[in-house]
């Protein structure tokens, strides 16, 4: 499922990244890659706050559909 459907305060586990490569490396740049645990901070509209690697990342909702965890 994609990282869109998670609710906040959830931490999942991200099994593949899609999207075409220079999506796929810009993504992996920021940390999402397979086997790492991301959680959900908030939502508005789409657009999501998550923390990866003790990081905060806002993500648009065409960027979030591409994380399958």
Known sequence: MPLTLYPSGQAVCIKKIGGQDN????L???GFT???Y???ISE???NM???IKDCRIALDKD???RIVV
């Open 23 to 26: 999506t796929r490396k810009f």
């Open 28 to 30: 992996s740049s920021l």
């Open 34 to 36: 397979p086997g790492e």
């Open 38 to 40: 991301v959680t959900v």
């Open 44 to 46: 508005n509209g789409g």
């Open 49 to 51: 706050i998550v923390n």
């Open 63 to 65: 960027l979030a559909k």
